[in-house]
């Protein structure tokens, strides 16, 4: 069946460092991919996607790249802020025959950056 | 307008009371899902709505009741609850089978 594996957490980084996320999937069919954030308290807001192999997502600094060859889409940004601090989630929506829109979520990775 | 609202935004209730989750969206979105969310964890899918009919129901008890009034609204009855049940009840909308969804900001349940 579909998965979604991202790294463990929690993330503890300096205002200014680099920040990668590791997130690898595996699914039939033709995925799209999303990163979801999630700030204390709050639902989930959509940071990026990207629905085809090789495109690039983008938003607010953060970027993360469609990888089919290695099933992968790790989330990058070059100088996180403290406001970056909240729970990142990596998700797939198979495109495949159910087409429900079922979202299938890794298990999240808590990012803390200290000022 | 990419919003979807829930509310209430935190709720307490007993174990013998009948209350109501509600969600609605105005993006035109045709497909409805109800998600929740414990503590430290992802999302589990509950309930998926397309097209105002239910498609998928994640073997969710029958204490949970979802309802689709129509296109824009979504809501989830409750009744008999138990204390394991308190959660994070998110509700989200997507346009089609692999769009983005959008979520709400949640309802905080919690079940004494």
């Known amino acids: 069946g579909n998965s979604v ?16 996320i590791n997130c690898t999937y595996t699914a039939t069919g033709y995925p799209s991919l ?10 989930l807001q959509l940071l990026l996607k990207a629905t085809k192999a090789d495109d690039k997502g983008s938003n607010k600094g953060f970027e993360a790249t469609y990888r089919k060859e290695t099933t992968s889409f790790h989330l990058e940004k070059g100088s996180v802020q403290v406001s970056d601090s909240a729970v990142y989630f ?9 087409n429900t829109g079922k979202l299938i979520f890794g ?8 000022p | 307008d990419t919003e979807v609202t829930q509310t209430p935004k935190h709720l307490v209730m007993g174990m013998t009371n009948k209350k109501s989750l509600k969600c609605e969206q105005h993006m035109g979105h045709r497909a409805m899902y109800w998600y929740k969310q414990k503590a430290k964890k992802p999302p589990e899918l ?8 239910l498609s998928i129901n994640e073997s969710v ?3 949970f009741s979802p309802e689709c009034p129509n296109s824009s609204l979504l809501n989830l009855h409750l009744h008999a609850l138990q204390p394991e049940d308190s959660a994070l009840y998110l509700c989200a909308s997507t346009a089609g089978g692999w769009t983005e969804a ?3 900001q949640g309802t905080r349940l919690t079940v004494v």
């Open chain 1, 5 to 20: 594996t991202q790294m463990e957490g929690p993330v503890t980084l300096s205002e200014e460092a680099f920040l990668t």
């Open chain 2, 46 to 53: 509950m309930f998926v709505y397309s097209y105002e009919k």
């Open chain 2, 61 to 63: 008890p029958s204490r």
């Open chain 1, 90 to 98: 990596c998700a797939l929506s198979d495109r495949g025959s159910s």
């Open chain 1, 107 to 114: 298990q999240g990775t808590t990012l803390q950056v200290k």
């Open chain 1, 34 to 43: 999303f990163w979801y954030v999630q700030y204390p308290g709050e639902g």
């Open chain 2, 102 to 104: 959008f979520f709400g």
